[in-house]
């Protein structure tokens, strides 16, 4: 039995083709890593890791 790939959410770095799609910057794509490996799209954080960076920099001193 061959899993499925795992998709996950990468954010387009500019307007452009992207795996066969018209994207516009910063548009949310859900690709695999293997589709991702060659495009210009950088892997957008989960929320959890959102909330863990946030509470990072509020809790480190200015």
Avoid: C, F, H, N
């Avoid at 990468?10 to 495009?39: F, N």
């Avoid at 210009?40 to 960076?53: G, I, N, R, S, Y």
């Amino acid at each position: 039995m061959v899993k499925a790939p795992l998709k996950q959410t990468y954010r387009a770095r500019a307007d452009g083709w992207i795996a066969g799609q018209r994207v516009e910057k910063d548009a949310l794509l859900e690709l695999t890593p293997d589709q991702a490996k060659y495009e210009p799209v950088d892997l957008e954080p989960t929320p959890a890791e959102k909330t863990a960076t946030k509470r990072r920099a509020e809790a480190e001193p200015s």
